[in-house]
């Protein structure tokens, strides 16, 4: 059974950084075509894809948030981790983690999602 | 302002029939690349309803079903039930990016 689950803050201060981390389970993140995305959702707003890692380590950011964010890998460990620098209340969001799927662009499954706050 | 659009509400009664339709540009849907339906119901995370256009993984029913013309897709929900009640997402590719749509809240009367 493929399973993600988020970990991280719940909150965080305005101009910190964000770490969060992917703990996957049921397949590798080395698997040739797969890799696995950050998507966030503000509260009662839409999907907004961040970022994300192949197999083979290549990355692709959000055009917007490129300059904000890093995502690596630990396959060893089965984790994904993102970090997203200055925060501000405007990325309070749930964040989730999703496995791309390697026939296409598309993610299943996703992680539970974690919320966090940006609040002083 | 999504790089998709979806009307930002639908409706329809039980058993009724309803699409939600996602319009996109000639960089992401109209080039040629697939379009992902999610449903998210309250409070939880999407799950992927539909793939590659008008695919559908294993448990979702046949009730659901996608299409694709030129630069949009559309969603279509016949039988409609309470469960159905949630939101819907589009997702495709454009630039080597990942997008989503603004997402159609669906209610069932």
């Known amino acids: 059974q493929v399973t993600l689950k988020e970990s991280g803050p719940v909150l965080v201060k305005p101009t910190e950084t964000l770490t969060l981390t992917c703990t996957v389970s049921?397949?590798?993140?080395?698997?040739?075509?797969?890799?696995v995305s950050w998507i966030r959702q503000p509260p009662g707003k839409a999907l907004e894809w961040l970022a994300h890692?192949?197999?083979?380590?290549?990355?692709s950011y959000s055009t917007s948030l490129k300059s904000r964010l890093t995502i690596s890998k630990d396959t060893s460990k089965s984790q994904v981790v993102l970090t997203m620098t200055n925060m501000d209340p405007v990325d309070t969001a749930t964040y989730y983690c999703a496995r791309k799927r390697a026939s296409g662009w598309y993610f299943d499954p996703w992680g539970q999602g974690t919320l966090v706050t940006v609040s002083s | 302002q999504s790089v998709l659009t979806q009307p930002p509400s639908v409706s329809g009664a039980p058993g009724q029939r309803v699409t939600i339709s996602c319009t996109g540009s000639s960089s992401n849907i109209g080039a040629g690349y697939d379009v992902h339906w999610y449903q998210q119901l309250p409070g939880t995370a999407p799950k992927l309803l539909i793939y590659?256009?008008?695919n559908r993984p294993s448990g979702v029913p046949d009730r659901f079903s996608g299409s694709k013309s030129g630069t949009s897709a559309s969603l279509a929900i016949t039988g409609l039930q309470a469960e159905d009640e949630a939101d819907y997402y589009c997702q495709s590719y454009d630039s080597s990016l990942s997008v989503f749509g603004g997402g159609t809240k669906l209610t069932v009367l």
């Open positions: 890692i192949f197999s083979n380590d290549e990355k």
């Open positions: 049921g397949f590798s993140l080395s698997n040739a075509r797969m890799g």
């Open positions: 590659g256009n008008s």
